[in-house]
């Protein structure tokens, strides 16, 4: 074990002061209690050390969100210095500070030209809190007060805040009082297993139609916008056809929808663009961003708005009633800005679009191309999923892929692997400065577990 990461109290005691007080995120509390959580207690650019000295290799950047990978010394000093000149001020008293405007400044720098302002958060859920009040708004301005369904896609992930929970599509979540008025979903444009006999290019097209049905349903004039995952992160990373977000966005113009894109997963050079809407080529009126903004050292998030919006809320809106006390905080500010010039100036995006990225897909396609566990393999850059199936040539999935899954992802654990299981997907995100050895130890680990799943299954 690395001597930094020296245990100072035994593991089963922080496990059992954490099952006397805390809940947990997404899990049976009883269940973990029982088992035990694992106590991390550091991290160098891809691994993590727990308390009894395991080393991990983290695939998935924490929870998607580490892009610059753990024990970044100019994150901390930024951080340091902005708490020792200006820990705290609020942006509600005719106020602002010189951390958040030049975050704004950068951010828009690196943006496409025809987005203009932010309005800062400290998660992606309240991004997307944020988005369904400022989309409302932005059509009451415009004397258009009916127009406020918003239209998000089933399995889609927004967060676990009511309107983010609502927004998204996922079902156990609404069935635990998360649903709200004014809010529709459609499919989830999941090839492989609704596909049926169209081809990929034909099935992106009527994924996308189903939009255009649901904005006919709901009537057009009463349709605010859509909102979707550019590709489809918690709920399975699920990569759309090439032909759905061109159709997406022609639909969108056509009824006057806004067209809303949570980049929370997607934005920071997950896909080898600062953006994904940018991989896929469509252009939305809002990004939700997150995570990425930060690398995950504190939180910070938000909302991009076009400037065909900002014009509207700014020039003809006057008070828009929204804000959060840490709105705009400086020492997220700070540490924000040291992540977008350290990604920008290091050139961390590029070398994902042009060396890193293209080498871990190719690794990915080589490995697991002809593996009998795996029916598909999706992703580009930093980002991909393989699809664990019965049988590849009929899509055929397993009756029980979750628990296969499951299996999967533990096995890695007790390898050293850190990868997420979503239904029979197996999912990796790793930090976007992974050199090309560490995607080596990436893949092959995995490899590792995938085998020995397929080996339990006596698929070998
Ligand atoms: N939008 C998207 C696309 C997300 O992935 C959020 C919004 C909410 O962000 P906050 O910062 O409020 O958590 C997310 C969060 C997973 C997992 O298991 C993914 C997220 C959160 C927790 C778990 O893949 N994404």
């Known amino acids: 074990m690395n001597a930094e990461f020296k245990a100072q109290r035994e593991t089963r005691d922080y496990q059992a002061a954490d099952a006397a007080h805390h809940i947990h995120a997404f899990l049976d509390q009883k269940a973990l209690n029982a088992e035990g959580p694992r106590v991390i207690v550091g991290g160098e650019r891809l691994h993590l050390w727990d308390n009894d000295g395991k080393r991990y290799l983290d695939g998935m950047s924490g929870l ?169 992160g918690a709920g399975g990373m699920i990569f759309p056809p090439e032909t759905y977000w061109p159709e997406i966005q022609r639909i969108c113009r056509k009824y006057d929808v806004l067209l809303c894109a949570d980049e929370v997963i997607g934005g920071f050079g997950r896909t080898g663009e600062w953006f994904a809407h940018q991989h896929f080529g469509f252009e939305p009126d809002t990004l939700s961003i997150a995570k990425g903004l930060t690398s995950g050292y504190i939180p910070m998030g938000g909302l991009i708005l076009s400037k065909r919006m900002a014009e509207v809320l700014v020039e003809q809106g006057g008070v828009f009633a929204h804000g959060l006390t840490y709105s705009g905080h400086p020492v997220a500010a700070a540490v924000a800005i040291a992540n977008l010039k350290a990604l920008r100036d290091e050139g961390v995006v590029s070398q994902v679009k042009n060396d890193t990225g293209p080498y871990l897909q190719q690794c990915l396609r080589e490995v697991f191309g002809n593996h ?77 577990a995938v085998d020995r799943t397929a080996q339990e299954l006596g698929r070998f």
């Not at 081809?199 to 939009?211: C, H, S």
């Not at 664990?388 to 692997?417: H, P, Q, S, V, Y």
């Open 64 to 232: 998607w969100c580490t892009n610059l990978g753990y024990g970044r010394k100019d994150l901390t000093a930024a951080a340091t210095q902005q708490l020792e000149q200006l820990p705290y001020y609020n942006m509600f008293f005719h106020t602002t500070h010189p951390a958040v405007v030049e975050l704004s400044e950068l951010l828009f720098s690196l943006l496409p030209g025809h987005y203009s302002h932010a309005i800062y958060t400290n998660s992606g859920s309240e991004a997307n809190e944020v988005l369904i009040r400022t989309v409302r708004r932005y059509w009451q301005i415009l004397g258009k007060p009916q127009k406020k369904i918003m239209i998000g896609r089933w399995n889609g992930y927004h967060g676990s805040t009511l309107g983010a929970t609502a927004l998204g599509g996922m079902k156990f979540m609404h069935e635990m009082g998360g649903m709200l008025p004014d809010i529709a979903h459609i499919d989830e444009p999941y090839y492989f297993v609704n596909g049926g006999d169209l081809t990929p290019e034909e099935f992106g097209l009527r994924a996308a139609r189903q939009l255009e049905e649901k904005i006919l349903e709901l009537g057009a004039e009463n349709v605010a916008a859509f909102v979707a995952e550019p590709f489809q």
């Open 372 to 448: 009998p566990l795996v029916g598909d393999i999706q992703g580009t850059g930093f980002v991909a999923a393989l699809q664990l199936a019965e049988d590849k040539a009929t899509r055929k999935r397993f009756a029980n892929e979750n628990d296969i899954a499951w299996r999967c992802r533990t096995i890695g654990f007790e390898e050293g692997l850190i990868i997420r299981s979503t239904l029979g997907r197996m999912i990796m995100a790793p930090a976007l400065v992974a050199t090309r050895a560490e995607i080596d130890e990436l893949v092959g680990k995995t490899k590792i």
